[in-house]
């Protein structure tokens, strides 16, 4: 079971540290994605970690401000959320897969498991 957090109300510019923690497996041997749903919009690909080798994939609109990373001592997965914009408000949810091939890595519905959201507020 996968549970994301940190989310919360920011102005813009600020930052967020969002978090995925998994009861009864251990994240590092997952594949880790991030997605996002704004309102009134499709569910959209953020950031992902592979299994192996820790390399990191993002979306254009996260890429410079968002970083993905894995806390293996805390057995969760962070996103670190910077320079936020209005337009990044929306729920954020994590997956995890352990056999998700590279293709796959940005499309929610080829992750095993998938969380509840938290949500990030972004106001101007």
């Known amino acids: 079971q996968l549970q994301a957090s940190g989310g919360g109300m920011v102005q813009a510019g600020g930052s967020l540290r969002l978090s995925c923690a998994a009861s009864?497996?251990?994240?590092?041997?997952?594949?880790m994605g991030w997605f996002r749903q704004a309102p009134g919009k499709e569910r959209e690909f953020v950031a992902a970690?592979?299994?192996?080798?820790?390399?990191?994939y993002y979306a254009d609109s996260a890429k410079g401000r968002f970083t993905i990373s894995r806390d293996k001592a805390r057995n969760m997965v962070t996103l670190q959320l910077d320079s936020l914009k209005p337009e990044d408000t929306a729920v954020y949810y994590c997956?995890?897969?352990?056999?998700?091939?590279?293709?796959?890595?940005?499309?929610?519905?080829?992750?095993?498991?998938r969380g509840q959201g938290t949500q990030v507020t972004v106001s101007s």
């Open positions: 997956a995890a897969d352990q056999g998700l091939i590279l293709s796959s890595i940005r499309i929610w519905n080829q992750y095993d498991y």
């Open positions: 970690i592979r299994r192996n080798g820790d390399r990191t």
């Open positions: 009864g497996a251990t994240i590092s041997n997952y594949n």
